[in-house]
Nanobody
Framework: QVQLVESGGGLVQAGGSLRLSCAASGRALSGYAMGWFRQAPGMEREFIAAISRGDGSTYYVDAVKGRFSISRDNAKNAVILQMNSLKAEDTAVYYC?????????????????WGQGTQVTVSS
């Protein structure tokens, strides 16, 4: 069992940056593939970024490529989502998720553990 807690959300102007962190207790996140998802009001939860365990391969949805970056901070047992050049359409609740399988997934059903989410609001 692993518990995930997201932090770093908030209100930012368009063009700004935020750094989200997903911290874990219970197990080392290095043993999991990790993903970030977001859910805007009235919308389905959507895949944003993921990182595999082992080789650390990363994956991004086209809408955030070149602006967002996912990485691991093993010293802090955390996964980071660096978000730059934020747009109003990035406004959503952001969730991190952990997957026992070694390779990342772009599907919500592929993940075994979820955090409670952190709100990101981008003003235009």
């Amino acid at each position: 069992q692993v518990q995930l807690v997201e932090s770093g959300g908030g209100l930012v102007q368009a063009g700004g940056s935020l750094r989200l962190s997903c911290a874990a207790s219970g197990r080392a996140l290095s043993g999991y593939a990790m993903g970030w998802f977001r859910q805007a009001p009235g919308m389905e939860r959507e895949f944003i970024a993921a990182i595999s365990r082992g080789d650390g391969s990363t994956y991004y949805v086209d809408a955030v490529k070149g602006r967002f970056s996912i990485s691991r901070d093993n010293a802090k047992n955390a996964v980071i989502l660096q978000m730059n050049s934020l747009k109003a359409e990035d406004t959503a609740v952001y969730y991190c998720a952990a997957r026992l399988a070694p390779y990342a997934s772009t599907f919500t059903v592929g993940y075994d553990y979820w955090g409670q989410g952190t709100q990101v609001t981008v003003s235009s």
